[in-house]
């Protein structure tokens, strides 16, 4: 079973930084897209970026473009999304996911087959 499992989490005031991790047990990123999306209160799941893991290319949500970014480490097979110029509206679970797909349609959270548990960001005005 693979298991995704995030870190990183916590709390930070507006302006801020914080750095998630995405971290797969039992298999390599390579060949999938690594996804990561978040869930505030009472709202939908909603995307965030993703990374194609063969070649690093990345794609972003407007609302969080020029401030967040993510990369990839082959030798820790982990993703990292960092998280700067942080706004109270970014407070939600942050959920990475692995799809095996990298065309069209990974922006929605059909196109991924394993999730991590998630990890609270807040951000404090």
């Known amino acids: 079973q693979v298991q995704l499992v995030e870190n990183g989490g916590g709390l930070a005031q507006a302006g801020g930084s914080l750095r998630l991790s995405c971290a797969a047990s039992?298999?390599?990123?390579?060949?999938?897209?690594v996804g990561w999306f978040r869930q505030a209160p009472g709202k939908l799941r909603e995307y965030v970026g993703h990374?194609?893991?063969?070649?690093?290319?990345?794609r972003y949500a407007d609302s969080v473009k020029g401030r967040f970014t993510l990369s990839r480490d082959g030798a820790e097979n982990t993703v990292y999304l960092q998280m700067n110029s942080l706004k109270p509206e970014d407070t939600a679970v942050y959920y990475c996911?692995?799809?095996?797909?990298?065309?069209?349609?990974?922006?929605?959270?059909?196109?991924?087959?394993?999730w991590g548990q998630g990890t609270q960001v807040t951000v404090s005005s």
């Open positions: 996911a692995s799809s095996p797909w990298t065309g069209p349609g990974v922006a929605t959270t059909n196109a991924y087959d394993y």
């Open positions: 039992e298999r390599t990123f390579r060949g999938t897209t």
């Open positions: 990374i194609t893991w063969n070649d690093g290319r990345t």
